[in-house]
């Protein structure tokens, strides 16, 4: 028996919108981040949940291929929208997100956080944390191409993903950070305040990779 036309259609509208609900679970994540310090989080908490649920929806047509490998058959997912009013909610859903959620609720959050860093700075705190989640606010659409690209066709893309970004983290996102902490021990040094976490922070940042290897040599 033949699957129904409107039955494929709606699988074909939930896998194909499963990228644009990633960039909003991208935007929870950049909220949960300044939730739990900015400059930090926590593991298994709500950044890397959401981070986790964002890398799932972008690979989910890969992760569908672990059905097959298993023996159980999936409906088609690839294709066009056959249904007028099914493709209609596709349109709107991924106009609604990508020109309203992404192209101002986000801007517009990220603005509120410049001001919480220049408030933060005001009472004597860091402005750093509220300063980086603009910046991952900002970086939602960059950071869910990066995604996209890092995934492969296979039924390891989610995994293939993870690896990517961590390589992508230690390679590029950590010599920067060590950049920013060499400049804040010459800061502190300067106004007399304690610099060495700093540049022993400096040195985690840049031999993180070699400390990666050397874990997996100890194993």
């Not at 709606?10 to 994540?29: D, E, K, N, S």
């Not at 596709?90 to 101002?104: C, E, H, K, L, P």
């Not at 700093?198 to 990779?209: D, I, P, W």
């Given at each position: 028996m033949a699957t129904p036309q409107l039955l494929n259609d709606?699988?074909?509208?939930?896998?194909?919108?499963?990228?644009?609900?990633?960039?909003?679970?991208?935007?929870?994540?950049g909220i949960?981040?300044?939730?739990?310090?900015?400059?930090?989080?926590?593991?298994?908490?709500?950044?890397?949940?959401?981070?986790?649920?964002a890398i799932v929806l972008v690979a989910l047509p890969q992760?569908?291929?672990?059905?097959?490998?298993?023996g159980v058959p999936v409906p088609v997912a690839t294709g066009v929208v056959g249904t007028n009013w099914i493709a209609g909610i596709?349109?709107?859903?991924?106009?609604?997100?990508?020109?309203?959620?992404?192209?101002?609720i986000a801007i517009t959050l990220a603005a509120y956080f410049v001001i919480r860093a220049i408030l933060d700075a005001t009472h004597g705190s860091h402005p750093l944390p509220s300063i980086l989640t603009?910046?991952?606010?900002?970086?939602?659409?960059a950071t869910a191409s990066l995604m996209s690209n890092l995934q492969t066709d296979t039924r390891f893309?989610?995994?293939?993903?993870?690896?990517?970004l961590w390589s992508y983290i230690a390679g590029r996102i950590m010599p920067i950070a060590a950049g920013l902490a060499v400049i804040g021990a010459i800061f502190n040094?300067?106004?007399?305040?304690?610099?060495?976490?700093?540049?022993?922070?400096?040195?985690?940042?840049?031999?993180?990779?070699a400390v990666w290897r050397l874990v997996l040599q100890m194993m």
């Open positions: 709606t699988v074909r509208l939930l896998i194909q919108l499963a990228p644009v609900m990633a960039l909003v679970t991208l935007l929870l994540a949960a981040l300044r939730w739990e310090g900015g400059s930090t989080f926590a593991i298994g908490g709500g950044f890397t949940k959401w981070m986790f649920w992760l569908l291929l672990w059905f097959n490998y298993f596709r349109d709107d859903v991924s106009a609604f997100v990508n020109d309203f959620v992404i192209g101002r603009a910046m991952f606010l900002l970086a939602i659409p893309a989610a995994a293939d993903i993870m690896d990517g040094f300067l106004t007399n305040r304690p610099a060495m976490r700093l540049v022993a922070s400096a040195l985690g940042f840049l031999t993180v990779a």
